[in-house]
Antibody
Framework: EVQLVESGGGLVKPGGSLRLSCAAS????????MNWVRQAPGKGLEWVSS????????YYADSVKGRFIISRDNAKNSLFLQMSSLRAEDTAVYYC?????????????WGQGTLVTVSS | DIQMTQSPSSLSASVGDRVTITCRAS??????LNWYQQKPGKAPKVLIY???SLQSGVPSRFSGSGSGTDFTLTISSLQPEDFATFYC?????????FGGGTKVEMK
């Protein structure tokens, strides 16, 4: 069974940093691209970042570029999101998500999400 | 970035109704369009990928169509478990974007 379990969320002050982790199991992690997607309270979905299987291709939303860093450790079946210079508008549930291996790259599995709250 | 505009933003419908949700891209995205359903407190679930391909395990009452800039998600006969929020997503660009969502509520 595919499982994605996020951790690392919590309350952080504006300007602070946080590192999210996602532990993957039930599939060959190294052969799937991965995404982070977030959802602010009561709002819609916002794609945050993508990383290819070998970390060769990495992309970010403009809203987080220069502040967030996505990475992965295929040996440990783990995905990470290092977040710095956090702002109130970064408050959201952050989902770790697996990309289905078809051309249009939909997300076929999501974690349960971890809540990040940026507030003084 | 490619903007994805969904309409309507919400709708009221009854069990058995045919429901249609539209998604328009700000530029052509070929068929790089996916549809998701999200229920409160849960992660989204993919329904349709590549504009019209039904994800495994998704009921056949869900269908998708379109290409280029205009896309449609149709629920042929709304069931009680279908009340949820639906999102389109374009993956044509490396900067992925979602539509704003359509909330389907019970009339």
């Amino acid at each position: 069974e595919v499982q994605l379990v996020e951790s690392g969320g919590g309350l952080v002050k504006p300007g602070g940093s946080l590192r999210l982790s996602c532990a993957a199991s039930g599939f060959t992690f190294s052969t799937y691209s991965m995404n982070w997607v977030r959802q602010a309270p009561g709002k819609g979905l916002e794609w945050v970042s993508s990383i290819s299987t070998s970390s060769t291709y990495i992309y970010y939303a403009d809203s987080v570029k220069g502040r967030f860093i996505i990475s992965r450790d295929n040996a440990k079946n783990s995905l990470f999101l290092q977040m710095s210079s956090l702002r109130a508008e970064d408050t959201a549930v952050y989902y770790c998500a697996r990309v289905f291996r078809v051309e249009t790259a939909p997300i076929d599995y999501w974690g349960q999400g971890t809540l990040v709250t940026v507030s003084s | 970035d490619i903007q994805m505009t969904q309409s309507p933003s919400s709708l009221s419908a009854s069990v058995g109704d045919r429901v249609t949700i539209t998604c328009r891209a700000s530029q052509s995205i070929s068929n790089y369009l996916n549809w998701y359903q999200q229920k409160p407190g849960k992660a989204p679930k993919v329904l349709i990928y590549a504009a019209s391909s039904l994800q495994s395990g998704v009921p056949s009452r869900f269908s998708g169509s379109g290409s280029g800039t205009d896309f449609t998600l149709t629920i042929s006969s709304l069931q009680p478990e279908d009340f949820a929020t639906f999102y389109c997503q374009q993956t044509y660009s490396t900067s992925v974007t979602f539509g704003g969502g359509t909330k389907v509520e019970m009339k």
